[in-house]
């Protein structure tokens, strides 16, 4: 009886395996047909940090969007940000340089990379590792247009960051939060 139950338990384990979404297929590259559809305004929803101190740090983020532009460089981009933390707006403006799949960019000490992963329809999944002098992290962010998503996509994006080693407590953007203005005229 104890061998059948054995049994019974290893073709349910394997089943159970053989239903789980294969992290290869959750982490595929994203790059629109047309890259226009990244440009504009994106409103931050999700997002875990690596190590502990970088996802502690996302629980002072209350709200965030950042908006990417094209310039008339074909490998740069625009990305400004307004993050609404420590009861402060806080702004920023950075060109990032694509290659590839591959974004760069340096924000005061920090050297950047960062790449889109495939996400729910009229969503943006960024992770970003990074070095500042002798010290690297990393981060996964999504973002919506409106700042609202489906609780399928949360759930797409646990497993996506489960993939990817990040804390299993994903941070919320808070609904309630103040969002920045967006001021045209932002300097860093």
């Known amino acids: ?4 139950f054995v049994g019974f338990l290893l073709t349910l384990a394997s089943l159970s395996a053989a239903s789980a979404p294969d992290c290869q297929e959750l982490l595929q590259p994203y790059m629109p047909e047309e890259p226009e559809q990244l440009f504009g305004k994106w409103i931050y929803v999700m997002g875990a940090g690596d190590p ?3 996802h502690k740090a996302l629980e002072y983020v209350k709200s965030s969007w950042i908006e990417l532009h094209p310039t008339s460089d074909n490998l740069t981009v625009t990305l400004r940000w307004g993050d609404y ?3 402060r707006c806080i702004f920023g403006k950075v060109n990032a340089t694509v290659s590839g799949l591959t974004a760069t ?13 495939q ?3 009229d ?6 590792t990074f070095r500042n002098v002798d010290i690297t992290g990393r981060y996964i962010m999504q ?3 409106t700042g609202k998503i489906h609780p399928k996509d949360v759930e797409d994006f ?4 489960k993939c990817l080693n990040f804390p299993e407590n994903i941070h919320s953007y808070d609904t309630t939060a103040k969002m920045c203005p967006d001021n045209k005229e932002t300097k860093d």
């Not at 960019?105 to 992963?117: A, I, Q, V, W, Y």
């Not at 969503?123 to 970003?128: E, Y």
């Open 1 to 4: 009886m104890a061998l059948a």
């Open 52 to 54: 502990l101190t970088y």
């Open 85 to 87: 933390c420590f009861n």
């Open 105 to 117: 960019f340096r924000k005061n000490l920090s050297d950047h990379k960062g790449h889109l992963l």
């Open 119 to 121: 996400t729910c329809s």
């Open 123 to 128: 969503c943006l999944l960024w992770t970003d």
């Open 143 to 145: 973002f919506t247009r």
């Open 158 to 161: 646990k497993k996506q960051a």
